[in-house]
Each structure stands twice: as structure tokens, then as C-alpha cells.
């Protein structure tokens, strides 16, 4: 009998996770090395622990939603879409539902399940999961992968180091957005020092501190249903209507996360970013609206005719900034003063000023370069039985399930072309 193909897959991520079950599925010996106590640390946070495990679409929709690179996903994507995910996981046990614009979730809204489930696949195909095990280097011997050192800790709680040899190895150790879930960037490493080019890394789907003192006055304002825009210049570099929220630092929310991909790693001294607050009523119409508040309550000032129109919150901001005096009887604000306080509430105006760090990132902007992959097997074109799955390589997406959706389906196809290697 032909001896197995020995398979080392560096960090039991999403990525790392499917990539094991696809080299075993194929055949192959395989081990995970994974730095922490647990697999699926990231995945446990992920979709604030309900997990977002994938959009429910197809292939053209999923590269679609690709802003690095997407074109380096279609082979992964066609060898695990969506679809093929959601009935592999169905049938090992786990119960889908599908929600608005797509997202999947457990049906139990338990990100928890999801690694139970995988755990329950790893076990069943006899995976071995080294924990608490660090890879520290990866040798290779003439553009080939030999072994890779690792560092862990023994039952007496000791460290220890040792060099296990493979056929291959998939490096599927993440970026290094939150960090403390043990993605520190290591793949980084062990693809520089084999040769590889990195590309540089910022922070992406992340909120964003905003110039303007009134983003902190509204501290803990959440608002639903607004449109935001993203400008560079004249530029519209997003628009989209949902939710968002301000914090002590500035602007944070599905709409802001989602706008930041377009900012990461970009020069933003002429961004700006435009909320529409009534984005279903014309200029027009929300004149109408005004007026008959304004009808309704003739005698008071404006500070207090604005109740039905905003959250109390934003009165006095809004109140500010329109430039009407706040105790001016509502009967004599001018049609000029209306105007402009139409404007300023279909297009309240604030400055980025730097967006927060890759510890509130969920996403990693940049890595592994890929042109340097090959896209049909994942390998590395310069080091023959190396492969790289996951966030470690330079594509990224918005939210919506599509970041897990790149781990899985680049893990897949690493996983499976590994075990072929012989
Ligand atoms: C708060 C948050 C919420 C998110 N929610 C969603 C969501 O709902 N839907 C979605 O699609 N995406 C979501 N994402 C993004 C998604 O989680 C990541 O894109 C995805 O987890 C990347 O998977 P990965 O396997 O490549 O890397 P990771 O999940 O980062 O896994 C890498 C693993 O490698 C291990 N490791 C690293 N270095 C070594 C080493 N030297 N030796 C051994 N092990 C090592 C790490 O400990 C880690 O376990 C979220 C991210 C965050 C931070």
C-alpha cells in the first residue's frame, strides 16, 4: 500500500479547519498546529457569536463582494461555493438559516455549534490537533517544503521543540486583526523568510475616529435606516442605507465597517463621509414634513420643534449646526433658514481622521501576495508543498459572510491539492 501523504496545516482557524478535512477527505495523514488551547478562537467572536458563516449566493455574487483580488478567488470559490458549504455542514449535523441580504447563520445563533460540528468532522476522519503548539519556522531544501519547527507545551507544562517533517504544509495562520484570538501575523513571517512577497497591512472593516467634537457628543447613538456616503473629492466611493452608531472616538456600525474597506490603506485627506438622516423623503418633502411640525407647535422655539423628526440626541447637534437661533419662535424661521437646515439634514458632513487599529479591526487589509500563489491549488509558485489558506493571503471582503467564505473555500482547495502532492 502506497504510504499516506503527510499533510501539517499551521493554525486551526476557519481556513486551517477546512483545509484539514479536505487533505484527509483526499486521503492524507494530517495534523493541525494550533498556538492556542482551542481551534475556532476567532470563529467563537465571529458575527458578535452568532457567526456569519457565509452569504447564501452564488459564485458571481460571492467575487462580487471581494474588494482585494477577487479575480484569485474563482477556482477556490468554484471548488467550495456557498452552496456545497452549506450542505457539507448541514449534513454532518448543523441546521442552517438564512437571513436578510443572504447571511447565513447556525440555526441555533450559536457560533458554538459551528466548532462542535467541525470538531465532531476532524474527529471522525482521525485529524490530529496538536494544541497549545506553536510553529516557530518552516524549513525548506531546494524550493521544497521539508519540515516545520514547533514550540509546545508538555503535560508537565513544559516547553519543548521539536521538527516534524511533511509532504506539505498550509500555512492558514490568519492575519493579525485581533490579535488576542492568536492571529499575529506569523504566516507573515514564514512567507518572507521562504522568499515570498508580503503585501503591506492595514486595517480594514473597522470603525473610524472623526474629526468633528459632535461624533462623541452623540456618543451611543445608534441610527437605523440612514444613508451614508463615503466621498473622495467628488467621488462617491460608497453609498448605502442601513445602520450605524457614534462612539467616544467617532463613527463605528455595519455601514461605517463596510464604508472603511474603501479608506484602508488609502490617503483620506479628502474623504468625507455624508449622512443622509431621511434618505426615503425628497428635499422637497422634507421641507413639507418641516412645516407642518413647524404648524403644529407655532409658538414654540426651535429647539423644541424638532422631537418628531430626530432622536432626542442629535436635537441640539442638529440645532448647532443649522445656524438658527435656538430660541427663535418656529413661525418666524425664514425659508431660507429651512433650506438650509434641509441640507444640513440630508447631508451632515464629517472628516475622517485615521481609522482604529487591528485590535477593533475584524479583517486584515494586504498579506501574502497573490501573485505568488498559484490559484487553482493555492501552493506557493516559489516553494513546491507550501500552500496558503485564509486571511494570510492579500484578499479580504466586506461583511455579510463572505470573509469566512475566503477561509473556507481557500482552506478546501489548499487542502485538497496537499494531499495530492505525490
Ligand atoms: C470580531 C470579528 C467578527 C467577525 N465576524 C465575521 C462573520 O460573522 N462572518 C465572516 O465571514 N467573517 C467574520 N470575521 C472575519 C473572519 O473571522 C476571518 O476572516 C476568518 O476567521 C479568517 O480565518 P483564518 O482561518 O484565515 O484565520 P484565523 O481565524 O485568524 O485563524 C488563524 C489561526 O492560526 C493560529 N496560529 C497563528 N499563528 C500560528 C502559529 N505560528 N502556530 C500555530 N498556530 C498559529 C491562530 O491561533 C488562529 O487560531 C470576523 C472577524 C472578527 C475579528
Given amino acids: 500500500m502506497d504510504k499516506k501523504v503527510k499533510v501539517i496545516v499551521i493554525g486551526g482557524g476557519a481556513a486551517g479547519i477546512m483545509a484539514a478535512v479536505a487533505a484527509a477527505d483526499a486521503g492524507a495523514e494530517v495534523i493541525i498546529a494550533e498556538k492556542n488551547e482551542k481551534i475556532g478562537k476567532k470563529l467563537y467572536i465571529t458575527g458578535k457569536g452568532r457567526c456569519n458563516i457565509t452569504n447564501n449566493s452564488d459564485i458571481q455574487n460571492l467575487l462580487l463582494h471581494v474588494v482585494s483580488n477577487p479575480k484569485f478567488l474563482y477556482s477556490a470559490f468554484s471548488a467550495m461555493d456557498s452552496r456545497k458549504l452549506m450542505d457539507f455542514l448541514e449534513n454532518n449535523g448543523l441546521n442552517l438559516k438564512t437571513e436578510r441580504g443572504g447571511r447565513v447563520f447556525p440555526l441555533s445563533d450559536k457560533s458554538s455549534d459551528v466548532i462542535r460540528t467541525f470538531k465532531n468532522i476532524l474527529e471522525k476522519r482521525d485529524v490530529k490537533i496538536y494544541y497549545n503548539t506553536e510553529v516557530q519556522g518552516i524549513n525548506i531544501k531546494d524550493g521544497v517544503f521539508k519540515s516545520a519547527d514547533i514550540k509546545y507545551l508538555n503535560q508537565n507544562g513544559r516547553k519543548n521543540t521539536e521538527t516534524i517533517k511533511a509532504d506539505a504544509v498550509i500555512i492558514a495562520t490568519g492575519g493579525v486583526s485581533y490579535p488576542s484570538t492568536g492571529s499575529t501575523g506569523d504566516g507573515y513571517r514564514f512567507a518572507l ?4 512577497k508580503v503585501k503591506e497591512t492595514f486595517p480594514s472593516l473597522v470603525p473610524v475616529n472623526i474629526k468633528e467634537g459632535f461624533a462623541k457628543e452623540l456618543q451611543g447613538l445608534s441610527l437605523r435606516n440612514v444613508e451614508l456616503s463615503l466621498k473622495d473629492g467628488k467621488k462617491v466611493l460608497y453609498k448605502e442605507m442601513g445602520e450605524m452608531l457614534f462612539t467616544h472616538f467617532g463613527i463605528s456600525g455595519p455601514l461605517v465597517l463596510t464604508a472603511s474597506c474603501y479608506m484602508s490603506g488609502k ?4 474623504m468625507k463621509f455624508i449622512i443622509d438622516l431621511k434618505p426615503a423623503l425628497t428635499k422637497q418633502q422634507l421641507d413639507g414634513r418641516i412645516l407642518r411640525d413647524f404648524s403644529e407647535c407655532k409658538n414654540s422655539c426651535f429647539k423644541n420643534s424638532l ?6 440626541k442629535l436635537i441640539p447637534v442638529i440645532t448647532r449646526l443649522s445656524g438658527i437661533d435656538a430660541d427663535k419662535k418656529v413661525h418666524s424661521v425664514t425659508k431660507q433658514e429651512r433650506a438650509g437646515l434641509v441640507d444640513l439634514l440630508k447631508g451632515l458632513e464629517m472628516t475622517p481622521e485615521g481609522m482604529r487599529g487591528f485590535d477593533e479591526a475584524i479583517i486584515t487589509r494586504g ?15 516559489k516553494v513546491k508543498g507550501m500552500y496558503f489558506a485564509g486571511e494570510v493571503i492579500d484578499t479580504d471582503a466586506v461583511t455579510g459572510g463572505y470573509n469566512l467564505q475566503i477561509a473556507w473555500s481557500t482552506g478546501y482547495l489548499a487542502g485538497k491539492s496537499a494531499a495530492g502532492i505525490k
Fill in 307 to 312: 422631537g418628531r423628526l430626530l432622536p432626542a
Fill in 193 to 196: 523568510n521562504t522568499g515570498h
Fill in 267 to 270: 490617503d483620506m485627506a479628502g
Fill in 367 to 381: 498579506g501574502v501576495m497573490v501573485k505568488e500563489i498559484n490559484p487553482a491549488t493555492m501552493e506557493s509558485k
